[in-house]
């Protein structure tokens, strides 16, 4: 599957991530990056050189993905903390909008998890500010 097929099925299917991998096709209806995270933790072979469609990547988002050795990302809507990060580890990308930042659900500032991980230089070191951001939404 080409990723202007992906894209499509991203749209059409109204998901928030869309995954190429081995012949399986896998939709993410999560917001955020729970699914992205999921996936790396208890399912790997699923990223492991997938081709993925993602809505809104932001540094977090660009993390997980890179430890999970995808091959190609599209996005929509892009960081250039995420494209950065991405560029580093020379993962090709290809989006429809970069952005400075990725603003958080209410609009107010900069997504929580791009702030957690703004600092860091390498997807290994975001990891744990995400895995505790994870655990701390799932003891709500």
């Known amino acids: 599957m080409d990723i202007i097929e992906l894209v499509n099925i991203l749209h059409m299917e109204n998901c928030s991530c869309a995954i190429w991998s081995e012949g399986n096709l896998t939709l993410c209806h999560k917001r955020g990056i729970i699914d992205l ?31 999970g050795k995808v091959k190609s990302v599209y996005a929509d809507i892009i960081s250039k903390p995420a494209l950065d990060l991405f560029r580093k580890y020379m993962i090709e990308v290809q989006y429809r909008e970069l952005v400075p930042n990725i603003i958080n659900r209410s609009g107010t500032g900069i997504c929580p998890v791009e702030t957690l991980c703004i600092d860091c230089n390498t997807a290994k070191e975001c990891f744990p500010y995400i895995e505790k951001f994870i655990n701390k939404i799932n003891q709500k």
Do not use: C, F, N, W
């Open 37 to 67: 995270y999921s996936l790396l933790t208890g399912h790997p072979s699923v990223l492991s050189d997938a081709k993925i469609a993602d809505k809104v990547i932001g540094k977090g988002a660009a993390a997980l993905m890179i430890l």
